[in-house]
């Protein structure tokens, strides 16, 4: 009897699941038992979406397709002559004021500092372009035509795949986020493109105005769609629908395939993109359980 109670073992301690302290007696290091999977669940972030709500999320983007549209009409019209210098700067006044009062009326606090401010900078950001001018027109006069207009069509299809369309890259005074880095490279690829356009002018008020236009378009034009849709999804929304609705009507009368080309891109990009991000939901499985790193449920910046 007591030959038995000597060779017995001792009985085996409880697994216990642990992050840290090494192997436990009795059991492999990978071991687990019954309880490990009562921690699993199946698409646990898988956010359900809306057909409408998509659909009207994509309308930023087809806003945005619809302002580079616009300018590369202006460009087109401004090198076949079509427009001369007075009308550039008759452009260039109306969307400077109104782009203004945008941003001064969506504002959530008024005031005489924040408007000194955008005068001031509107006021260096004009002088600085009339100054450099005459550089930007003698910039490319050693490179043909036909690699700057291969260049410009590359750089504005860089500055449409890499552009940030939920918000803007130039930001609000006192917004302390900085903007990407992909982001500021479109923003890049946008100024590149309108200084090699800007170089086939013939004059220095030519250049001018059309530098002037552009770069208020590409800065600007962002940061005054992003207030409106701040300040009203309703009116970013009318807005969007006339501003789509104009630049159909200005690329049909210039030719009409471009206007089959952008009108099959909108419908692709505000009905086709939606429908398919709808349908690849069905498909989407993720498992999430005790195996997944750890997060951080706060802001490491705070």
């Not at 085996?12 to 492999?28: H, I, S």
């Not at 646990?44 to 806003?63: F, H, P, Q, T, W």
Request: aromatic share 12%.
């Amino acid at each position: 009897m007591e030959n038995l109670t000597g060779n017995s073992s001792p009985p085996r301690p409880k697994w216990r699941k642990v992050a840290y302290g090494g192997m436990q007696p009795g059991y492999d290091d990978n071991h687990t038992d019954e309880s490990f999977l009562e921690g699993m669940v199946m698409n646990a972030s898988v956010v359900k979406r809306d057909m409408l709500k998509v659909m009207l999320d994509s309308v930023s983007i087809s806003e945005y397709l619809c302002i580079v549209a616009l300018v590369v009409l202006v460009w087109t019209y401004t090198l076949g002559s079509t427009l001369d210098e007075s009308s550039l700067l008759f452009i260039d006044a109306s969307l400077l004021v109104s782009g203004f009062l945008v941003l001064l009326f969506t504002q959530e606090m008024l005031s005489l500092s924040l408007f000194l401010h955008y005068l001031l900078n509107i006021c260096f950001f004009i002088t600085s372009l009339y100054v450099l001018a005459p550089i930007y027109q003698t910039l490319t006069r050693s490179i043909s035509s036909d690699s700057i207009w291969s260049v410009t069509a590359s750089l504005l299809m860089l500055h449409l795949f890499l552009h940030d369309y939920s918000e803007s890259t130039v930001k609000a005074p006192g917004v302390m986020k900085n903007p990407a880095l992909t982001s500021c490279i479109s923003v890049n690829a946008s100024v590149v493109a309108s200084v090699f356009i800007a170089s086939r002018l013939p004059s220095r008020l030519h250049v001018f105005a059309i530098m002037l236009f552009s770069l208020q378009v590409f800065l600007f034009a962002p940061l005054v769609t992003y207030c409106i849709k701040k300040y009203s999804f309703r009116l970013h929304l009318c807005f969007s629908i006339g501003l789509m609705a104009m630049t159909l009507s200005f690329v049909y009368m210039l030719h009409r395939l471009l206007f089959v080309l952008l009108l099959s891109l909108l419908v692709f990009v505000n009905i086709v993109c939606p429908y398919w991000l709808i349908k690849i939901q069905e498909y989407k499985f993720e498992i999430n359980g005790p195996w997944d790193e750890a997060k951080l449920c706060f802001d490491i910046t705070d």
